[in-house]
Structure formats: C-alpha cells, structure tokens
C-alpha cells in the first residue's frame, strides 16, 4: 500500500511499502499522470519482457518512453513507444506480436480498460549478436 501525505499547496509526499518516497504535484518533479504513465509503461515492459523469456526471445535491451493525454472531449489515452533490441534471428514480428500481448494483458492495461493504450516499438536486430 502506498501513502500520499499533503505537504501544502497542490504537493504531496508518497511513500512507498519499501519506505521510498517521491514528491508529488504542483510545484514537484512528478505529476500524478507522468506516474499513471510511468506506471502503465512499467507494467507493459514486465508483461512483455516475460512474455519473451517464456517464447525464449532474447532481449537486450528495451528502453520506453510514456505519456498520458487527457482530454476533456475524449477518454484518456496513454502512449507507449518502446525501443527493443534483440538478438539476432528474431524478426521485427515476433517482438511486435510480443508488444501486442503486452498491450492486451499487463495488469494495468486491463485495469485501465477504459483508456486508450497504443504501444509501438521500434526492434533493432544485432546481427551477430547472441543472449
């Protein structure tokens, strides 16, 4: 469980179970919708990141960035564009199927079922390169 304690004006401090803490809100390095992406981004790379050790596709590396887009005209939608790279003889398709998946199944993606998630990757293939 995560505690939020107001500090004054619009900003907070929330403590996590581990008993580490970030400043939150007006004023603060972090706004409560770049953790809701940062959040969403988290929970798509572990769903995808098992999703690949499980078909045996070696990773290595995967870097993402998030950003969430409310509209007062439409529903809340979150991007996700990742930047994976992979051994080589993986194809593009395979990693993209695997986002796909991730897009689908990642706990915060189906608990957020009313929000529009896209995830998008850009797969770099290292020729030569082994896990």
Do not use: K, N
Not at 84 to 90: C, E, R
């Amino acid at each position: 469980m995560v505690e939020i304690v107001w500090d004054s004006g619009g900003a907070a401090t929330c403590s996590a179970p581990t008993g580490a803490r970030l400043h939150i809100g007006t004023g603060e390095p972090w706004a409560p919708e770049d953790l809701l992406a940062a959040a969403v981004s988290a929970s798509v790379m572990q769903t995808f990141l098992t999703a690949a050790l499980d078909a045996r596709v070696p990773v290595l590396g995967y870097v993402a960035s998030a950003a969430l887009t409310v509209r007062e005209d439409a529903r809340p939608a979150v991007g996700v564009r990742a930047c994976i790279t992979v051994a080589s003889g993986v194809t593009p398709s395979v990693v993209t199927a695997l986002c796909q998946h991730a897009r689908r199944t990642a706990p915060l993606s189906r608990m957020l079922a009313s929000t529009t998630l896209t995830v998008s990757a850009d797969v770099e293939v290292l020729t030569g390169a082994t896990a």
